[in-house]
Every structure is written in C-alpha cells, then in structure tokens.
C-alpha cells in the first residue's frame, strides 16, 4: 500500500525555518518510473486548503505560490524516495498544516484535483 509520510512540523518563531520532509512507502519514484509529481499544500484554522509549491519528477522544475517564493524552497532525491519544503524566514501567517501529496503524472501543477495521493499533514506554527 502506497502511503505518503509527512514530518518536520513544528514551533518556531518569526524569521525561523523549518524543513518538512515527504516519504513515499510501498512505492519507489526514481527516474526509471519517471511519473510523479510532489506537492506541498496548507491548510490555516478557518481557511481553504491552497498550495504551497511542487516538484516534477526529475526536480528540474517547480513552482511555488507568490506567498512563499523567495522563502520557501521544494527539492526531491528519488533514491531517497523523499521530497522535502525547506521554510525559510517565516511569518504567523504561514501558521497552518501542511500536506504532502503525489500526483500520479510528471509535471508539477497548481491544482488540488490533480493529485492522487495525499499525506496525513503536519502542523506549523508561527509565533510572533
């Protein structure tokens, strides 16, 4: 069963980082396979789930949303099986829990709907 591991959540304070990591259990994605996508998407109390950044599958290409880039940096090591968020300078406003999920396809997208499997998420927050 193919199962996508979040971590790397935390307290931190204003101006912190923090480093999320994704595992993929019961499924490789190295080059060979060449078909998945990581994404990295948050979801704030009281707020839509909205995303955060993405990875194709050979990590040449992201993308990341306005609010985050410049700060926030997505990479992958398929031998790993492992994609990571590293967060950089951080506000409250970034305060939310934040998912990993995998798109069954080899370009990094924007959207929710186009990602099949989905961690259990892992919980920042931001102290001023």
């Known amino acids: 069963q193919v199962q996508l591991v979040d971590s790397g959540g935390g307290l931190v304070q204003a101006g912190g980082s923090l480093r999320l990591s994704c595992r993929v259990s019961?499924?490789?994605?190295?080059?060979?396979?060449?078909?998945?996508?990581i994404g990295w998407f948050r979801q704030a109390p009281g707020k839509e789930r909205e995303f955060v950044a993405a990875?194709?599958?050979?990590?040449?290409?992201?993308i990341y949303a306005d609010s985050v880039k410049g700060r926030f940096t997505i990479s992958r090591d398929n031998g790993k099986n492992t994609a990571w968020l590293q967060m950089n300078s951080l506000t409250p406003e970034d305060t939310a829990i934040y998912y990993c999920?995998?798109?069954?396809?080899?370009?990094?997208?924007?959207?929710?709907?186009?990602?099949?499997?989905w961690g259990r998420g892992t919980q920042v927050t931001v102290s001023s």
């Open positions: 999920t995998l798109r069954e396809g080899p370009a990094a997208t924007m959207a929710q709907s186009d990602y099949n499997l």
């Open positions: 019961g499924r490789t994605f190295s080059r060979t396979f060449g078909n998945d996508a």
């Open positions: 990875i194709n599958w050979s990590g040449i290409t992201t």
